[in-house]
């Protein structure tokens, strides 16, 4: 399990050092876009051509936080009577 640990680490440091080094790279930022991006391009793009996966994504965050919800639960009959304030009979 630790040799699993430490090599995840490992790889997680080497990808970061990629992704720097790539980043940081002068051929990444010579050529400068002519458009700017734009709040309204960014809602445009978000209601047309992405509004059937983002509505797919909150029907799965809404799923896993009701899941979680419902897991959290604590339903032992010591725990019921404290919430509720009544005697076991």
């Keep these: 399990m630790k040799v ?3 090599a995840t680490r490992m790889g997680l440091l080497a ?34 051509d992405w509004a059937l996966p983002l509505l797919i994504l909150g029907v799965l965050m809404s799923m896993a936080m009701i899941g ?6 604590d339903e032992r009959m010591e ?9 076991e009979e």
């Design 4 to 6: 699993l640990s430490l």
């Design 15 to 48: 990808l970061g050092m990629i992704l720097v080094s790539v980043l940081s790279a002068d051929s990444v930022w010579a050529n400068a876009s002519e458009d700017e991006p734009s709040t309204s391009g960014l809602a445009d793009a978000l209601l047309t």
């Design 68 to 73: 979680a919800a419902y897991l959290v639960r």
């Design 79 to 87: 725990n019921l009577l404290w919430e509720f304030g009544g005697e």
